[in-house]
Protein backbone atom coordinates (compact mmCIF):
# COMPACT_ATOMS: atom_id res chain seq x y z
CA UNK A 1 0.00 0.00 0.00
CA UNK A 2 0.81 3.75 -0.86
CA UNK A 3 -0.11 6.46 1.68
CA UNK A 4 -0.43 10.11 0.00
CA UNK A 5 -0.86 13.26 2.00
CA UNK A 6 -0.93 16.66 0.45
CA UNK A 7 -0.17 20.24 1.92
CA UNK A 8 -0.01 23.78 0.96
CA UNK A 9 -2.87 24.76 0.49
CA UNK A 10 -4.49 28.29 1.72
CA UNK A 11 -6.23 30.93 -0.08
CA UNK A 12 -4.61 33.28 -2.80
CA UNK A 13 -5.24 36.33 -4.50
CA UNK A 14 -5.76 36.22 -8.28
CA UNK A 15 -2.29 36.22 -10.06
CA UNK A 16 -1.00 34.89 -6.96
CA UNK A 17 1.34 31.57 -6.41
CA UNK A 18 0.88 28.33 -4.35
CA UNK A 19 3.19 25.03 -3.93
CA UNK A 20 1.35 21.84 -2.54
CA UNK A 21 3.21 19.07 -1.52
CA UNK A 22 2.83 15.43 -1.80
CA UNK A 23 4.33 13.54 0.45
CA UNK A 24 3.94 9.68 -0.42
CA UNK A 25 5.19 6.83 2.45
CA UNK A 26 4.52 2.97 2.23
CA UNK A 27 5.50 0.95 -1.10
CA UNK A 28 6.61 4.06 -3.24
CA UNK A 29 8.93 1.53 -5.46
CA UNK A 30 5.20 0.28 -6.46
CA UNK A 31 4.69 4.10 -8.34
CA UNK A 32 5.12 3.93 -12.41
CA UNK A 33 3.54 7.71 -11.81
CA UNK A 34 2.08 10.30 -9.91
CA UNK A 35 -0.82 12.82 -10.98
CA UNK A 36 -2.52 15.84 -9.56
CA UNK A 37 -6.03 15.94 -9.95
CA UNK A 38 -8.88 18.78 -8.76
CA UNK A 39 -12.27 19.07 -7.78
CA UNK A 40 -14.59 22.28 -7.58
CA UNK A 41 -17.96 22.14 -5.90
CA UNK A 42 -20.64 20.79 -8.32
CA UNK A 43 -17.91 19.27 -10.59
CA UNK A 44 -16.46 16.00 -11.46
CA UNK A 45 -12.94 15.46 -10.46
CA UNK A 46 -10.35 16.65 -13.37
CA UNK A 47 -6.88 15.83 -14.40
CA UNK A 48 -4.59 18.78 -13.74
CA UNK A 49 -1.03 17.42 -14.34
CA UNK A 50 0.90 14.33 -14.40
CA UNK A 51 4.67 12.80 -13.87
CA UNK A 52 6.61 9.47 -14.43
CA UNK A 53 8.44 8.66 -11.42
CA UNK A 54 11.78 8.80 -13.43
CA UNK A 55 10.72 12.65 -14.04
CA UNK A 56 11.67 12.32 -17.24
CA UNK A 57 8.18 13.16 -19.31
CA UNK A 58 5.25 15.39 -17.58
CA UNK A 59 1.68 15.99 -18.62
CA UNK A 60 -0.43 19.02 -17.76
CA UNK A 61 -4.07 20.39 -18.42
CA UNK A 62 -4.61 22.69 -21.39
CA UNK A 63 -6.25 25.18 -18.37
CA UNK A 64 -2.74 24.67 -16.48
CA UNK A 65 -0.39 25.02 -19.14
CA UNK A 66 2.49 27.23 -18.76
CA UNK A 67 1.06 28.46 -15.17
CA UNK A 68 1.50 24.85 -13.02
CA UNK A 69 5.16 23.05 -12.81
CA UNK A 70 4.63 19.27 -11.52
CA UNK A 71 7.87 18.11 -10.11
CA UNK A 72 9.49 15.35 -7.89
CA UNK A 73 11.84 14.57 -5.16
CA UNK A 74 12.09 11.24 -5.24
CA UNK A 75 14.68 11.19 -2.47
CA UNK A 76 11.79 12.68 -0.43
CA UNK A 77 9.07 10.98 -1.94
CA UNK A 78 7.46 14.00 -2.35
CA UNK A 79 5.77 15.72 -5.45
CA UNK A 80 4.91 19.11 -5.74
CA UNK A 81 2.49 21.40 -8.30
CA UNK A 82 4.01 24.86 -8.34
CA UNK A 83 0.86 27.22 -9.08
CA UNK A 84 1.46 30.66 -10.53
CA UNK A 85 -0.69 33.17 -11.61
CA UNK A 86 -3.66 31.57 -9.96
CA UNK A 87 -7.06 32.41 -10.86
CA UNK A 88 -10.66 32.14 -9.42
CA UNK A 89 -11.47 29.39 -11.54
CA UNK A 90 -8.51 27.39 -10.27
CA UNK A 91 -10.47 27.65 -6.69
CA UNK A 92 -11.46 23.75 -6.13
CA UNK A 93 -9.71 20.57 -3.45
CA UNK A 94 -6.76 19.75 -5.10
CA UNK A 95 -5.75 15.49 -4.82
CA UNK A 96 -2.65 13.77 -5.41
CA UNK A 97 -2.42 10.66 -6.82
CA UNK A 98 -0.75 7.37 -7.83
CA UNK A 99 -0.13 4.98 -10.40
CA UNK A 100 0.75 1.68 -10.13
CA UNK A 101 0.38 0.27 -13.63
CA UNK A 102 0.79 2.80 -15.99
CA UNK A 103 2.66 6.68 -16.49
CA UNK A 104 0.96 10.13 -17.01
CA UNK A 105 -2.62 8.67 -16.97
CA UNK A 106 -4.91 11.17 -17.09
CA UNK A 107 -8.07 9.33 -15.95
CA UNK A 108 -9.67 9.39 -12.54
CA UNK A 109 -10.08 5.98 -12.30
CA UNK A 110 -6.51 4.76 -13.52
CA UNK A 111 -4.62 5.64 -10.16
CA UNK A 112 -4.39 3.40 -7.24
CA UNK A 113 -4.07 5.48 -4.35
CA UNK A 114 -5.42 9.08 -3.32
CA UNK A 115 -4.34 11.88 -0.76
CA UNK A 116 -7.52 13.20 1.30
CA UNK A 117 -7.09 16.76 -0.33
CA UNK A 118 -6.15 20.77 0.08
CA UNK A 119 -8.24 23.00 0.04
CA UNK A 120 -6.89 26.36 -2.76
CA UNK A 121 -8.91 29.46 -2.97
CA UNK A 122 -8.44 32.00 -5.50
CA UNK A 123 -9.92 35.39 -4.34
CA UNK A 124 -10.60 37.70 -7.10
Known amino acids: QVQLAESGGGLVQAGGSLRLSCAAS????????MGWFRQAPGKEREFVAA????????LYADSVKGRFTISTDNAKNTMYLQMNSLKPEDTAVYYC?????????????????WGQGTQVTVSS
Open 97 to 113: AGDRLSPLNTRVDGYNY
Open 26 to 33: GRTFNLYG
Open 51 to 58: ITKSRSFT
